[in-house]
């Protein structure tokens, strides 16, 4: 079952915990380290998002819509509605010869909260450029056109761009297709459920295919390309005080993160070729920073200075409205290291 894995404090009393599960594997499936549940199953949610855009390289879409790495990014993305986000967007959508109009993600505000302010103060209207997925829908939409496929069911599971995410899904994370559990994501498309190393898997290859100066399977090499692409972008993939964006500037070239919904994180470090995700029981965000930073940690992969730098992520502290240190959230756990 789940561990404790961070302590929620106030004053000197423990006031909250969020328990959860959190392996590490290597890109051949080795068990490095874990603690709780290793095969619990799980919907990775926004995590998955390298993996859906893989077929827009494996099939050459990205080539010949020209995508570039700041594109590319951007499909893996849950960025945070800034400007550089939308009209990135928007700018692919008219190559594509779209518009906003054609997203099925829906609307959200966006999550950099200056921008919302500054868009209500200017009277402007939120729309489904500013959905934290909208690039990977942009991305959907060019799989899409590519192959034919009615733009208008993109996003439905028997659509082809749906049945190319599942086969790559089947070979990328080595799962039987009778072993994946299907549900419909925050943005409309079908996410799937797996055990939690299958999903670590993933972040191991797209680790490893950086360290293989050139990988051999085509596969290989878009992985290679995504991980990069997200690595060189990193403010594109989240935006400002965003957590995947600081792990990937802090340590560039050596990290790729991605966050997804209630509470679930991967990271893929490329030294080593190894994978890590994390499930957070109740879904809190909040708990989701302690835990990966200390994680690296007890794995020995940051240094002084890069934990120094992380900091506000791996103790965060509680503040009251008044300004007024109350209390801190802490990681509570310890890696079982194989």
Not at 44 to 57: I, M, T, V
Not at 147 to 154: M, Q
Not at 231 to 236: A, V
Not at 279 to 298: C, M
Request: aromatic share 4%; net charge negative.
């Amino acid at each position: 079952m789940s561990e404790l894995l961070v302590e929620v404090t106030r004053g000197e009393i423990v006031e909250s915990v969020h328990r959860g599960d959190l392996v590490v594997i290597d890109f051949k499936g080795n068990l490095i380290a874990s603690t709780g549940d290793p095969n619990r199953v799980m919907f990775a949610r926004s995590s998955a998002k390298p993996l859906q855009a893989l077929p827009l390289l494996l099939t050459g879409a990205a080539d010949s819509f020209q995508l570039s790495s700041a594109e590319l990014a951007l499909a893996c993305a849950s960025h945070s509605g800034e400007p550089e986000h939308t009209e990135l967007v928007q700018s692919l959508l008219a190559r594509l010869g779209l518009s906003v109009d054609d997203l099925r993600c829906g609307v959200h505000a966006p999550y950099h909260q200056k921008t919302y302010e500054t868009m209500l103060k200017n009277g402007q209207v939120v729309t489904a450029l500013h959905n934290n997925c909208s690039g990977k829908h942009t991305g959907m939409l060019a799989l899409a056109k590519f192959l034919n496929a009615p733009l208008d069911t993109y996003d439905q599971r028997d659509n082809p761009v749906q049945e190319h995410i599942f086969q790559v899904l089947q070979a990328v994370c080595e799962i039987e297709s009778d072993k994946v559990k299907w549900g419909v994501d925050g943005c409309g498309v079908p996410v799937f459920a797996m055990p939690i190393h299958r999903f670590a898997l993933l972040y191991a290859k797209l680790a490893e295919s950086v360290r293989q100066e050139n990988p051999q399977e085509k596969i290989g090499l878009a992985l290679k390309r995504l991980a990069s692409a997200m690595m060189d972008n990193p403010k594109l993939v989240a935006g400002s005080e965003r957590l995947c964006t600081d792990l990937m500037m802090s340590m560039p070239g050596r990290v790729v993160a991605k966050a997804g919904a209630e509470g679930v994180y991967c990271v893929g470090w490329v030294e080593k070729g190894i994978g890590l995700c994390l499930k957070i029981d109740d879904g809190n965000s909040r708990a989701v920073g302690p835990v990966v930073i200390e994680a690296l940690s007890q794995l020995q992969l940051l240094t002084a200075e890069e934990k120094n730098a992380l900091n506000r992520w791996h103790r965060p502290s509680l503040v009251n409205h008044s300004g007024t240190l109350v209390g801190e959230i802490r990681p509570a756990f310890e890696l079982q290291i194989r």
